[in-house]
């Protein structure tokens, strides 16, 4: 019986429809992408567990990077430094050899004229004096993110420029407007780096989820 895949219920949960029946199974993907049909779901059924505004009747809904916080995958990290002209702020971040990707947008903020870039595939080696510690944003969750973060990397090798941008002072510079993300590759490390042009206050904030990819 083949199954398509249509809409998300929640995590790792969907609706799918029989191509031969028309009927409705919800299926369930666990986190090694074993698909499991939990059965048929009727249309009233299903409209009846739609959540709703006791008051109004309104449709309660959240969008994708919300519901990744209330599911416990959605992490944070911030990093300031104070810089020489000319001279950068760096961090390195890696992922893990898994199939759960990490969706992520950046933002970055300089008290001068700035120069970004985030490169990939860096040769630059990880510092574990200077490891930087992500955080869940359900601080209620004791799930912890698969990547590995530091500040002032060592070694050479900034890696393939996949992002650069020049900022004037006091103006961020973000991916999040749109939500312009980048899922990353998988067991890869990348390397952002701000270059100001005097001694400057330096800001970057990361924010993404991980999910397993299906």
């Not at 199954?3 to 029989?18: I, M, S, W």
């Not at 009233?44 to 990077?65: E, K, M, R, Y």
């Not at 020049?166 to 990353?184: D, H, M, Q, Y």
Request: hydrophobic residues 40%; proline residues 2%.
């Amino acid at each position: 019986m083949a199954l398509r895949a249509f809409n998300n219920v929640q995590e790792r949960e969907f609706l799918a429809v029989d191509d031969e029946t028309g009927a409705l199974h919800v299926i369930n993907i666990d986190k090694t992408g074993v698909q499991t049909d939990r059965g048929v779901i009727s249309i009233s059924t299903l409209i009846n567990n739609f959540p709703v505004d006791a008051a109004s009747g309104a449709l309660l809904v959240i969008d994708t990077v919300h519901e990744k916080i209330h599911n416990n995958i959605h992490y944070d990290l911030s990093y300031s430094a104070v810089i020489g002209g000319g001279l950068p702020a760096e961090v390195r971040f890696a992922t893990p050899d898994t199939t759960r990707w990490s969706h992520l947008v950046w933002s970055f903020t300089s008290d001068d004229a700035y120069t970004i870039t985030v490169s990939e595939v860096t040769t630059k080696t990880h510092e574990a004096g200077n490891v930087l510690l992500p955080l869940n944003s359900n601080r209620n969750s004791n799930n912890t993110s698969g990547m590995t973060w530091c500040h002032t990397p060592g070694g050479a090798g900034a890696g393939n420029t996949i992002f650069s941008f020049s900022g004037g002072a006091n103006k961020t510079v973000t991916t999040a407007i749109g939500r312009f993300e980048r899922i990353l590759k998988q067991n890869t490390a990348y390397l952002a780096s701000i270059v100001g042009a005097n001694t400057d206050v330096v800001h970057m904030t990361f924010d993404w989820y991980e999910r397993v990819n299906n």
